[in-house]
């Protein structure tokens, strides 16, 4: 179900047609993605987690260049 809303391009058309949008907007030939993470702190659950490590959440997103999600990797 949710490749139905974040896939990545399969098709040499797709492909093209993404690599057109970021040659028109950054002048970048061949881009077909843009990469970016977030890493979040958060608090442990309970004091029995709680180690020497920050316990964190993080986010990768690779996007078109009209920003739709083509690819997210939480962990």
Do not use: W
Not at 7 to 35: N, W, Y
Not at 50 to 63: E, G, K, T, W
């Amino acid at each position: 179900m949710m490749d139905q809303y974040i896939r990545f391009p399969e098709s040499r058309q797709e492909l093209k047609t993404i690599a057109d949008g970021f040659h028109q907007l950054c002048g970048m030939p061949g881009v077909v993605g843009a990469v970016d993470g977030s890493h979040s702190a958060c608090p442990a659950p309970t004091f029995e987690h709680r180690s020497l490590f920050i316990n964190s959440l993080v986010l990768q997103a690779v996007c078109d260049s009209n920003l739709k999600c083509l690819d997210i990797c939480p962990g």
